[in-house]
């Protein structure tokens, strides 16, 4: 929550299966990774579906 917090995400249908895309607001200059985790609907474990990596700043950033 220091660099960036989730704004919203907004489900939707694609092909018949459902999506989401999540929108954060750059908080802070920085780097991380943001972990995408999925759990099966039976029940289960855990498990990291994607790993994503986020720069925010002046340097080597889309947020300039």
Do not use: C, W
């Amino acid at each position: 929550p220091i660099m960036f917090r989730l704004e919203h995400y907004l489900e939707y249908e694609d092909d018949g299966a459902t999506r989401a895309r999540y929108m954060f607001l750059a908080l802070e200059d920085g780097a991380s990774d943001v972990l995408i985790k999925m759990q099966p609907l039976s029940g289960g474990d855990v498990n990291i579906y994607k790993q994503v990596s986020i720069k925010i700043g002046r340097d080597n950033s889309f947020f300039k």
